[in-house]
């Protein structure tokens, strides 16, 4: 067989090589064992520091170019294994260097272990509040601009997230790349940090939503109508989907009883070095990655991973947790997330909105009772907002049984999805006009899929009085003084 050389970026707040646990002697043994000539490396800590405030995720990328360049031999082309804020740190790396070269990227095989692709919750929390938990990793002050990064919404994020869902269909290919997610979506309860409830959360493995980690992800561009006089009344009620892009199906397998970290549930710290049937799943599923050769066995990869990953969602669907009087049950339903971002036709982001789902017949009081899960504003880039939802909720599920008893009845979901977005300013020299996604079947489907994140872009018509400049003649032929202090506002706008 041909040789392998696996490269291990780790994740964020790293400050020991140690972080990679024994899963590379596992990988190293396992590989000899199926015939693998295997070489083991890592790019060293002192390419990839975090924890520095000034650090930027480009910056990391040049430093991984500079190591890539020193340490792997020329014409030789590896498989990188990450975790978690690895992903985006190699997907950056490829990005910056190798989306629009022609040459060969020396990467073949990206395999993420629980990577924060589109950020993670916990990021919001801010350093001194993040290092205390101990999910996150070990204790270590984060850097804020990769923190800054990794918040849900980031414009960074959105940028790498909108060019794989673009362009990302002619890189999977034996020249280009093949990637991979594979994240867990349980908690390990041990790690649950009782202040913070996002280290519980379902839907993620404690620290990175699997809707977070996938990159089956989809774009839909929103553009409210042109505004136009109604009955005297300026109106643009409409919004309408301009543009939807879909990503390349692209590998994603969800693990069981999988956390984030930790010796005994974490997707990378669990596995021990000796050849046993414990974390058989995890070892084959890596090499399931590796063994994609072409186009047509990664996209056989595709599709057994999701099978699998339906095998275990629906197997692992209740949890019990132990308690003295009562157990509690924990149902692991499938979730989306959607992350808007509010800007006008000229490109201003806008920061004071309320927007708000409706369910059929254009009615929020519609939706499914425990549909959402969570909704965050990104800090710096206030125009994002991330809502979690849980998809088996919203979309229907039959009834849950256990022991042959009815633990959970049937879900009878919604049959459509609408938006409603009433921003601000609504009056003044510059505003905007409230507008509506009428509920559809279309949107509910484009907009929601299990375990995957969309990407909304509302676009809104910014309304310029012309009032903000006129020309006055002067009174009989004199220049006057008369303040224009007071102007108000008048009907009348200017032009697209």
């Given amino acids: 067989m041909t040789p392998l050389l696996i490269v291990f970026v780790h994740g964020y707040s790293v400050t020991n090589l140690d972080t990679y646990g024994e899963l590379p002697l596992r990988l190293h043994s396992e590989a000899i064992a199926k015939g693998y ?54 997907r950056n790396w490829w990005n910056f260097f190798y989306q629009n070269q022609s040459a060969t990227c020396p990467m073949s095989h990206l395999v993420m272990l629980a990577p924060a692709n589109h950020g993670s919750a916990l990021a919001q929390l801010g350093k001194t509040r ?26 960074e994020a959105w940028q790498l997230n909108t060019n794989w869902i673009t362009n990302g269909n002619q890189h999977i290919s034996e020249k280009g790349i093949f990637p991979f997610v594979i994240t867990g979506q349980d908690i390990d309860r041990k790690l649950y940090d009782h202040i913070n409830s996002y280290t519980g959360e379902l839907g993620s493995d404690g620290v990175v939503r699997v809707a977070s980690a996938n990159l089956n992800n989809a774009h839909i561009k929103l553009k409210q109508e042109v505004p136009q006089f109604i009955k005297g009344k300026l109106s643009a009620n409409t919004l309408e989907i301009s543009e939807f ?45 590796i063994s994609v050769n072409n186009k047509q066995s990664y996209l056989n990869c595709c599709n057994q991973f999701l099978q699998e990953t339906k095998n275990v969602q629906e197997n692992s669907l209740v949890e019990v947790g132990k308690k003295v009087l009562k157990n509690t049950l924990f149902f692991h339903d499938r979730y989306s997330m959607i992350i808007f971002r509010i800007k006008d036709n000229e490109g201003h982001a806008l920061t004071n909105f309320d927007l708000l789902l409706t369910g059929p017949k254009n009615d929020p009081n519609n939706l499914p009772s425990g549909f959402f899960a969570d909704r965050q504003f990104n800090k710096v880039n206030q125009c994002t ?21 009815e633990v959970r009845k049937e879900l009878p979901g919604i049959s459509s999805l609408g938006i409603i977005i009433k921003p601000r300013p609504d009056e003044g020299f510059i505003r905007y006009l409230p507008c509506q996604l009428n509920a559809t079947k279309e949107l509910l489907e484009k907009a929601l899929r299990p375990n995957a994140t969309t990407l909304i872009e509302i676009e809104l018509q910014r309304l310029v009085n012309t009032e903000i400049f006129r020309f006055e003649k002067p009174h009989e032929n004199k220049v006057t003084s008369a303040s224009f202090k007071n102007t108000k506002p008048g009907t009348s706008i200017l032009p697209e």
Wanted: net charge negative; charged share 25%.
């Fill in 385 to 405: 907002i991330s809502y979690f939802f849980n998809y088996d909720v919203i979309m229907g599920a039959p009834a849950v049984m256990q022991n042959g008893e």
């Fill in 245 to 289: 892009n879909q990503a390349p199906i692209t590998a994603m397998r969800v693990l069981t009883k999988k956390s984030h970290s930790g010796d005994d549930m974490g997707i990378m710290r669990s596995v021990k070095k000796e050849i046993t049937n414990d974390n058989a799943e995890i070892i084959k599923t890596i090499f399931d990655c």
């Fill in 37 to 90: 000539e295997a070489k083991i490396e890592n790019l060293f800590l002192g390419r990839y520091i975090s924890f520095n405030d000034e650090v930027r995720l480009n910056d990391v990328s040049r430093a991984m170019q500079m190591a890539v360049e020193e340490q792997i031999p020329a014409g030789t082309r590896f498989i990188c294994i990450t975790h978690s804020t690895g992903g985006p740190v190699v």
């Fill in 130 to 155: 993040l290092s205390r938990v101990k999910s996150w990793f070990d204790g270590v002050e984060p850097g804020q601009k990769i923190l800054d990064w990794l918040e849900l919404g980031s414009t």
